[in-house]
């Protein structure tokens, strides 16, 4: 409170003068407050007197307010810390998934290495039938479990997106199997809470979009898995496991309308930065790829030749063709152990989910 009042001297804040006639007189009060640093810590007490602004009147008692206060580097927003090293950027969100854990260790979740195990198979065959059945499923917090972890996947966590997005299906009615799973997840991202998304400094904006598919992967109701994974140079700036929106007859469909999808995210993406290189604040004189380990489906894309395996495609996702048409982007060939993709289409074993994971998160 010293300090404060030294400050307000100093910097002649006030003027002593009579009081008018008619003048009233405006109370103040004192704030108190704390100053904290980046991971929480008390760095300082803090006091600041203030008027009280309920007896203030605008035109009268003041004109103009300000308070100039230098913020400095944002470390923390919305649950989400960021950490410089040099000219690469790492977003965590290990405070977060500690509140998480913490909230639920009454459940005894077990520890696993891996998001989803491999060979699970998750169906409405598992949900409750019985009044009572979903009485007693209705004492675990399955959605708000899993809307944590959904926020936390959706962040900085793409390895969890694709056992974020099956377990979802299952949230209006799930069944002690898929509570089970949910916990092995969180006991997974609590294993791994330390992972930081790694995003680089580059001056070489080309985008790699890499898409893929799970033919018939759903069981109920034979609907496919489609996924995405957009880089920038070689920071990942956008994931995403969807259920497909239609019934494929073949592999070749599936991928066909996977690769549909990813080409909006990406053509979204690439006319984004066409607006900045138009402001004259980037350069993009960069080629841009779409990434898919489907021959069939990359040929079909480029050919507007229909037979009686393909004539009854919907043909909105055709849109894709005339995107190649027009050069917005280089439809490529990968093979699928180099497709990123692949992580948002299934379970995958230790050894192939690092093997992704390592060049963007550690």
């Known amino acids: 409170m010293k300090e404060e009042i030294q400050v307000i001297k100093g910097r002649k804040v006030w003027d002593l003068v009579p009081k008018p ?5 405006i109370g103040c009060r004192w704030i108190y407050t704390l100053k904290q640093g980046g991971k929480g810590a008390i760095v300082r007490y803090k006091a600041r007197l203030v008027a009280q602004g309920f007896g203030q009147i605008q035109g009268i008692n003041y ?17 989400v810390e960021f950490e410089e090293m ?9 405070e977060y ?17 891996l998001p989803i195990a491999v060979g699970i198979v998750l169906s409405k065959t598992q949900c409750p039938n019985t009044e009572v059945e979903i009485s007693e499923m209705s004492k675990f917090p399955y959605r708000h479990l899993l809307g944590c972890l959904s926020f936390i996947s959706g962040r900085k966590r793409p390895d969890i997106c694709y056992a974020v997005n099956i377990l979802s299906q299952f949230q209006s009615n799930p069944g002690l199997v ?5 916990l092995k997840l969180l006991g997974y991202v609590a294993q791994t809470k330390t992972y930081k998304l790694k995003l680089s400094e580059t001056n070489n904006l080309n985008i790699n979009c890499y898409s893929d598919a799970d033919f018939a992967a759903n069981r109920d109701d034979r609907i496919s898995i489609g996924s995405l994974i957009l880089f920038i140079d070689n920071s990942p700036i956008m994931w995403k496991t969807f259920k497909q929106k239609c019934i494929s007859l073949s592999t070749m ?3 066909y309308v996977s690769l549909c999808e990813s ?21 993009t004189n960069v080629t841009d790829y779409l990434f898919c380990d489907n021959q069939a489906a990359i040929e079909f894309s480029k050919s507007p ?7 009854h495609i919907y043909v909105k996702y055709h849109f894709i063709r005339n995107l190649i048409f027009e050069k917005l982007f280089i439809l490529k060939y990968i093979n699928t152990k180099l497709n990123f993709a692949d992580l948002f289409t299934k379970p995958l074993p230790k050894s192939n989910l690092s093997k992704f994971l390592k060049d963007f998160l550690c």
């Open 86 to 94: 040099g000219n690469e950027l790492f977003i965590h969100q290990s």
């Open 253 to 255: 469909e599936s991928e």
């Open 263 to 283: 080409a909006k995210e990406l053509v979204w993406i690439i006319r984004i930065l066409k607006e900045f290189e138009n402001l004259n604040v980037i350069k």
């Open 21 to 25: 006639a008619d003048g009233k007189v």
């Open 63 to 79: 004109d103009k307010i300000f308070n100039l206060v230098v913020l400095g580097k944002t470390r923390k927003l919305l649950g």
């Open 97 to 113: 998934i500690h509140k998480v854990c913490e909230k639920y260790q009454r459940f005894n979740y077990p520890v696993t290495s």
């Open 305 to 311: 030749v229909e037979n009686s395996h393909n004539k």
């Open 178 to 182: 898929h509570w089970n799973i949910l």
